[in-house]
C-alpha cells in the first residue's frame, strides 16, 4: 500500500511571516495540496510562532471540516500543558508528539524513551482520551529496545526520524546504511504492534528506496523538500509528484 502525504505546512508559514502579509496564505496552499490528493495536512505550532501562528488552526481545521471530510489535521509539538491544551481545542486526528527545545530550528532526534516514557504515558492518554491518534518521534537507529519502550507509552504509531538519511543525498553509500536502519526500527515497530509514519528531509528522489524498504510505511509528513519543489513545479503538480514517490499511481 501506498504510504498516505500529509504536507507539512510550516515553511509556507515562514515564508508568509518574513512580512506582516497574510501571503502566502496556508489556508490556499492547504486547500491547493488537498485539492490535489494530499491525504493530510501536518503543522507544527512552536511557542514562539515563528511559523504557523496559534491563530492558523482553527483556519485549517474549518478547511478540512467543511472542503475535505475525510483528509486529516496533525499537529506536532512538544508536549508542554499549553500544547495539549492546543490539541484539545482543535481536535486533531492525528497529535504527534516530538522532544524539541523551543529553541530549536527543526525537530533533529527523536524520544528517549527510556527516560522519558513515564510523562509520554501521561501524556498519550490524555490525548487518546480525547479522541487523537497519537505518534511519537523516534530515532531510526535500529535500537529494538528502544521501539519496545515506545510501544509502552501507549502509542499508537512512531514517527521515524529520516533526517540522517535525508542528509545522504550526496553520499549513496552512507544513505543505504542509514535506509536499513531505518528499516530494522520499522520491523522493530511492526512487531509490537506499531504503526509506522516518516519525515524529515524526504524527497521525490529519496521516497522510493524508502518505501521499498518499508512497504507498510503509513505515513510521511513533508514540508522543506515539498514546498521547494512547490516553487518550480507549483503545489498540486509537486503533491502528484510525491504521491507517485509514496507508491500511489495517478
Not at 77 to 106: H, I, M, N, R, W
Not at 187 to 216: K, S, W, Y
Request: glycine content about 10%.
Amino acid at each position: 500500500m501506498p504510504a498516505k502525504l500529509s504536507v507539512n505546512l510550516n515553511a509556507v508559514a515562514t515564508l508568509r511571516n518574513r512580512r506582516d502579509l497574510p501571503w502566502p496564505s496556508v489556508r490556499h496552499l492547504g486547500r491547493l495540496a488537498l485539492q490535489a490528493g494530499a491525504y493530510g495536512l501536518t503543522v507544527h505550532p512552536r511557542p514562539d510562532q515563528r511559523h504557523i501562528r496559534f491563530n492558523d488552526l482553527p483556519v485549517l481545521r474549518a478547511l478540512i471540516d467543511d472542503e475535505f471530510p475525510k483528509a486529516e489535521f496533525n499537529i506536532e509539538g512538544y508536549p508542554s500543558e499549553d500544547f495539549l491544551q492546543l490539541c484539545e481545542k482543535v481536535q486533531p486526528e492525528q497529535v504527534t508528539l516530538v522532544p524539541d527545545d523551543p529553541t530549536q530550528a527543526t525537530s533533529d532526534h527523536g524520544f528517549d524513551f527510556r527516560t522519558q516514557g513515564e510523562m509520554l504515558k501521561l501524556v498519550i492518554e490524555r490525548l487518546k482520551a480525547g479522541g487523537m491518534r497519537v505518534s511519537v518521534f523516534a530515532d531510526g537507529d535500529g535500537d529494538v529496545d528502544a521501539v519496545k519502550l515506545a510501544k509502552a507509552t501507549g502509542a499508537d504509531r512512531i514517527e521515524l526520524y529520516t533526517g540522517p538519511y535525508g542528509g545522504c543525498f550526496d553520499n549513496p553509500r552512507e544513505g543505504e546504511r542509514q535506509l536499513e536502519l531505518l528499516g530494522l526500527t520499522a520491523d522493530a515497530a511492526f512487531a509490537e504492534g506499531l504503526g509506522v509514519n516518516a519525515g524529515h528531509d524526504l524527497t521525490v528522489e529519496n521516497l522510493p528506496a524508502l518505501m521499498r524498504r518499508i512497504p507498510r510505511l503509513a505515513e510521511v509528513s513533508i514540508g522543506h523538500g515539498l514546498t521547494a519543489d512547490a516553487l518550480v513545479y507549483g503545489m498540486a503538480e509537486t503533491v502528484r509528484r510525491f504521491r507517485r514517490a509514496c507508491g500511489e499511481t495517478i
